[in-house]
């Protein structure tokens, strides 16, 4: 059974850092799948942040490039977030996800992931 485990979440101020992690497990040939964060704000639609491919391909959102950076541990097996500049926007329920299909970019389209952690919440104060 494949899990993810979110971690990192918490309260920050406008202009300041977090770093999220996602721990992944019973999820065989890791690295052979695309990886994301998606996040959902208070009564908002799930939004894709950014995503690393199979082989290492990264894409963000326009919000968020040049602030956030996501990366792929495989010895591991643990996807992370590192969130600079954060503004009162990126106030949010974090979600990483993992693709269905392996050799695969990280699409924007959430029905493209099969399995979703339970979430970080991120709150960004003024």
């Known amino acids: 059974q494949v899990q993810l485990v979110e971690s990192g979440g918490g309260l920050v101020q406008a202009g300041g850092s977090l770093r999220l992690s996602c721990a992944v497990s019973g999820r065989t040939s890791f690295s052979n799948y695309a990886m994301a964060w998606f996040r959902q704000g208070l009564g908002k639609e799930r939004e894709f942040v950014a995503g690393?491919?199979?082989?290492?391909?990264?894409n963000y959102a326009d919000s968020v490039k040049g602030r956030f950076t996501i990366s792929r541990d495989s010895a591991v097996k643990t996807v992370l977030l590192q969130m600079n500049s954060l503004k009162l926007d990126d106030t949010a329920v974090y979600y990483c996800?993992?693709?269905?299909?392996?050799?695969?970019?990280?699409?924007?389209?959430?029905?493209?992931?099969?399995?979703w952690g339970q979430g970080t919440q991120v709150t960004v104060s003024s």
């Open positions: 690393i491919w199979w082989n290492g391909g990264t």
């Open positions: 996800a993992t693709h269905r299909t392996p050799w695969s970019i990280a699409s924007m389209r959430k029905n493209e992931y099969a399995y």
